[in-house]
């Protein structure tokens, strides 16, 4: 988006342009056969929870319903991780 200004002291007309950050995307229901990588996740995360064979985000949710321990379970798969994965999955919600 252009602005224009003008110099309360020369009078000459400044242009300036303002950028405004993208919003993330947000949406009500996300869709169980959604890839993994729509989450976003960080390598490490993405590839912990892929290795292990989530590679939908409706695999994902059902882990998370059935079984709390699931940063316990899975190799390379920290509090970090299952954090990163819980906020991941609240903003596609």
């Given amino acids: 988006m252009n602005n224009c ?3 309360p002291h020369c009078g000459k ?3 300036f342009t303002v950028k405004r950050p993208m919003p ?3 949406y009500d229901h996300p869709n169980p056969d959604w890839p993994l990588k729509q989450l976003g996740l960080s390598v ?4 912990a929870l892929k290795n292990e064979g989530y590679d ?3 695999k994902v949710l059902l882990a998370l319903d059935a079984n709390v321990n ?4 899975l190799h390379n798969f920290g509090p970090k991780c299952y954090s990163e994965v819980k906020m991941a999955l609240r903003r596609v919600r």
Avoid: D, K, S
């Avoid at 490490?44 to 590839?47: D, G, K, M, P, Q």
């Avoid at 699931?70 to 379970?73: F, S």
């Fill in 44 to 47: 490490r995360a993405y590839n």
């Fill in 13 to 15: 007309v400044i242009t």
């Fill in 5 to 7: 200004l003008t110099c």
């Fill in 70 to 73: 699931l940063a316990r379970q």
């Fill in 56 to 58: 939908t985000i409706g």
């Fill in 24 to 26: 993330e995307p947000e």
